[in-house]
């Protein structure tokens, strides 16, 4: 199947793709603040630009879109032209991933990824808790 747009029409279209501030990330931020959690974003000295730093836990949470990060769900589906480019592309962003995780690993810092598939709304509660559960099960955590 060939892309339904024409290449200045997708051209037009991955540059409006966000790479922060995206609504999964947005949504995630809000769910932790909402329930007291404090937070940093996009701390620069750190690898891979975590999306939220939880500085009091020593934790970090990247929020994955799974088209991008190669997520095997419904989302996650490559595209069907260009496959070489599309292969290459997200390959290299799950190898990144795997590099800064170990870095922020050798580090100290915990890591979470939430994918962007299991922000929704009806999953709010169970979202949470896997977040708590997280945070909460760290040996770093200092009240």
Not at 2 to 31: G, W, Y
Not at 86 to 106: M, P
Request: hydrophobic fraction near 35%; charge should be positive.
């Amino acid at each position: 199947m060939s892309d339904v747009f024409s290449p200045p029409k997708r051209q037009e279209i991955m540059r409006h793709v966000k790479s922060k501030d995206t609504a999964p990330e947005v949504k995630l931020r809000s769910l932790l603040h909402k329930n007291g959690f404090r937070f940093r974003l996009n701390r620069k000295d750190l690898p891979g630009k975590p999306d939220i730093v939880l500085p009091k836990f020593k934790a970090v949470i990247f929020v994955h879109g799974c088209f991008w990060h190669g997520h095997s769900c419904n989302r996650g589906h490559r595209p069907q032209t260009n496959i070489d480019f599309w292969n290459k592309k997200i390959e290299s962003n799950i190898a990144r991933d795997k590099k800064d995780i170990a870095l922020l690993e050798a580090q100290g810092w915990r890591v979470l990824v939430v994918w962007q598939c299991e922000i929704k709304k009806k999953n709010e509660d169970s979202l949470l808790a896997k977040i708590k559960e997280f945070l909460y099960s760290g040996d770093t955590f200092k009240e």
